[in-house]
């Protein structure tokens, strides 16, 4: 079950023949799936980032530059 | 801690895509939020090491993913039952897509190792290359390919186990899912 070859390692005629065989129903799926779940990942990810930067993050930043311009010198 | 404004700027950009990151290291918004916070306070503390003209993001990526690893992963287990949570916290769900599938994908994800989950979205959704994406994680380049292809194998395995049928026997999908690999 595990033993898949990589497929730069399988001879020409069996890669051609796995191809061929998926080249069908499967092999479009496969993609399509492969696609899907790619577009599902960006848009959680852009869902946050398209939530931009917190208060928090930039008043932390205002403060330790305002902390920092009254410790040094 | 007198700071650049170039600095400034750098860092207060890469704050959306850290949260992100963050958010599907830790499956949770308010802990992720303290990630960054944390990852912040780090990387402007080690300010001198950031070589000027690299990558500012790669580098607070890095931070924060090894913070991560050796702070909040043994808390990791207390918090597992966070996606009603992480759920809420999002404004909209993405239109273009179901809600259960939606809901699916991310339950799919979390169920991802941590090694695969992260560099899936490094590579994934973060846009970073797989040889930036090794740096952050401190491995070989191949070991991200192996890890991202693994990934995608699993999600799609996790989310189609009800309709098997329509993909054919599990070789030919992994064999279809590890593409160029």
């Known amino acids: 079950m595990n033993e898949r070859k990589p497929v730069g390692q399988q001879n020409p005629i069996e890669a051609a023949a796995a191809r061929k065989k998926l080249s069908a129903k499967p092999a479009k799926l496969g993609r399509d799936v492969q696609a899907r779940l790619g577009q599902q990942l960006r848009a959680m990810y852009d869902d946050v980032v398209n939530q931009g930067v917190p208060d928090r993050f930039s008043e932390m930043l205002n403060r330790l530059e305002s902390n920092g311009s009254k410790d040094s010198h | ?127 970073f290359s797989y040889e930036e994406a090794a740096n952050i994680c401190g491995c070989a380049v191949g070991t991200i390919k192996s890890r991202v292809n693994r990934a995608r194998t699993r999600l799609a395995e996790l989310m189609h186990v009800n309709s098997a049928e329509d993909f054919g026997p599990d070789e030919q999908v992994r064999a279809v899912l590890a593409g160029g690999e």
């Open chain 2, 1 to 127: 801690m007198a700071m650049d404004e170039s600095v400034r700027k750098a860092i207060l950009g890469a704050v959306p895509s850290l949260r992100a990151f963050a958010i599907s290291l830790c499956g949770n918004v308010d802990r992720a939020d303290d990630l960054v916070q944390e990852t912040l306070l780090r990387a402007l503390a080690n300010i001198d090491s950031f070589q000027p003209g690299t990558n500012m993001s790669a580098w607070l990526f890095t931070i924060l993913r090894n913070h991560f690893r050796s702070e909040y992963r043994k808390r990791r287990r207390e918090v597992e039952d966070s996606d009603g949570h992480y759920a809420e916290s999002l404004k909209s769900q993405p239109e273009q897509y179901g809600q259960v599938e939606y809901r699916e994908f991310r339950e799919a994800l979390s169920q991802l190792p941590q090694d695969q989950r992260e560099a899936l979205v490094l590579v994934g959704a973060s846009g």
